[in-house]
């Protein structure tokens, strides 16, 4: 398969692998901060940040720890916004997320055509 329109701009020349190409962009979509599908609420004149996306998925330092109804259904958010961003994934699942304060963990196992992985995320919250 071959390199996504942004990976054609911005990695001339490079070979990268379908893999690659899927973790970085969900590496992307985890830091984005808000800007991907972000909402303008007409109050503030600007991107609302705490629900990032229209379905309502709010930053996973946001999460809490302790309600595990609540985890269950960021998982469900987290892999809906995944698949949708995403196109070349054939499943997600989340094997788990961990909020470290400003910093959160979260490891995916991730399905593609040719094969299937698991691979760790650390992404930033964006204040």
């Known amino acids: 398969m071959g390199k996504t329109l942004f990976e054609k701009l911005t990695c001339v020349g490079e070979s990268i692998t379908l893999q690659q190409s899927v973790t970085d962009n ?31 998925l709010a930053a996973v330092v ?9 985890q269950d259904q960021y998982r469900a958010n987290l892999v809906k916004l995944l698949l949708q961003f995403e196109p070349r994934l054939k499943s997600v699942s989340v094997n788990h997320f961990i909020n470290q304060g400003l910093q959160s963990v979260c ?3 991730i399905e593609l ?10 992404f930033k919250q964006v204040v």
């Open 26 to 56: 969900i590496n992307r979509i985890l830091n984005c901060g808000g800007v991907l599908d972000a909402v303008d609420n007409g109050e503030s004149g600007g991107v609302v940040l705490n629900s990032i996306y229209r379905n309502g």
């Open 62 to 70: 946001d999460q809490p720890s302790v309600n595990s109804a609540q």
């Open 107 to 109: 490891s995916l196992k």
């Open 113 to 122: 055509s040719c094969g299937e992985f698991e691979q760790e995320f650390v």
